[in-house]
């Protein structure tokens, strides 16, 4: 997701008023994702909020011994708001990573119960399966997908949890000097 | 994870320019100071300090944007974004090995084939992925990286100086 763009900012002007500046973008651009990311499904919305809350991060991180504590306390809520959607992204691509794993073991298994096969064989025999060698790796990589899957969703009733808090705390409001 | 080393004379820089310069020269050095041992895989936290110093820096080049050179800034960010890249790669198979060895332990006997070959595959990638640091490590030290972000925060700030 490319950064919006920050107008208005001057070299040689004050660092504080610049740094307000870009905390606001960054905090709106933030912001923006919220709605978007109320959908449990909408994997996309979830990985660029997590992108922009890095950046919001960061600019408070450098900018705290100008902006003082609330960015201070911004910092550690748009970390925890990073942390757990990057968690949530681990799961987004974990799970098609270990479910395109299990396709290609089941091809490789196919492929040697076909080639052990008599060619001119009219069936094939439950036993034939036994030469399999993914056959024991089958169990662990679908309780994998199936933790991964189930994680997600209580990774993202945290995330929720979180937002609504930290929304119904003025988390914008005191960034943006509007509450103390 | 390694604290961001603190920018001396920041809040007090008399202007967002100078401030730039001041946080673009240590947030370099910060990022060539964590570089030894980063090749070693028996030791994660090494890559992880020096992908989170290279972000961080990313950060800094990123805020402080208007402050620099349009041309020299831009090439300079994409080859800390390179950086960034490589580092990241293989911070993200330790972290993804991390997580199936604890997995191996807590899951039950049945379990143990498939999460190992998920591990074995993992560590066949942080292989290919550490190889791709090194490239990026060489790469850096041949085109002067270091030198030249210097150079870029000293030329902001030409009066003071920035140590090279």
């Known amino acids: ?180 | 994870m390694a604290k961001a080393r603190e920018i001396p004379g920041f809040a007090e820089s008399s202007s967002y320019r100078e401030a730039a310069a001041r946080a673009v020269q240590v947030r370099t050095e910060e990022v060539f100071g964590f570089r030894e041992g980063v090749l070693d895989v028996s030791d994660i936290d090494r890559v992880h300090d020096m992908r989170v110093a290279t972000r961080r820096l990313r950060a800094a080049m990123e805020i402080f944007a208007p402050c620099f050179p349009k041309k020299e800034h831009g090439r300079l960010l994409k080859e800390v974004k390179a950086l960034a890249d490589a580092l990241g790669e293989r911070r993200d198979r330790d972290v993804a090995i991390v997580a199936m060895e604890t997995a191996a332990e807590q899951m039950t006997a049945a379990d143990r084939p498939g999460i190992a070959h998920l591990t074995a595959q993992l560590r066949e990638e942080q292989t290919r992925a550490n190889g791709v640091v090194e490239q990026a490590l060489e790469k850096v030290d041949a085109d002067g990286l270091r030198e030249r972000l210097l150079a870029l925060a000293a030329e902001v700030l030409p009066a003071e100086g920035v140590a090279s």
């Open chain 1, 1 to 180: 997701m490319k950064a919006r763009k920050v107008k208005g900012l001057d070299p040689d002007g004050a660092l504080e008023a610049n740094l307000r500046r870009i905390v606001a973008v960054r905090l709106d651009e933030l912001r923006s994702f919220g709605p978007a990311a109320l959908d449990p499904d909408a994997t996309e919305a979830h990985h660029d909020m997590r992108i922009a809350a890095k950046r919001l991060r960061y600019v408070l991180e450098l900018g705290e011994p100008v902006l003082g504590k609330p960015a201070r306390h911004g910092a550690k809520d748009a970390r925890t708001l990073q942390d757990l959607l990057g968690e949530i992204h681990d799961c987004d691509i974990g799970v098609p990573r270990v479910l395109n794993t299990i396709g290609k073991l089941r091809e490789e298994d196919l492929a040697t119960i076909r080639s052990a096969a008599d060619p001119k064989a009219s069936d094939l025999e439950p036993s034939s399966a036994r030469v399999a060698r993914n056959r024991r790796r089958y169990p662990g990589l679908e309780s994998m997908a199936t933790y991964l899957r189930a994680r997600r969703e209580v990774l993202y009733a945290e995330f929720l949890r979180t937002w609504t808090r930290m929304e119904r705390a003025g988390f914008g409001d005191r960034l943006n000097g509007k509450r103390a």
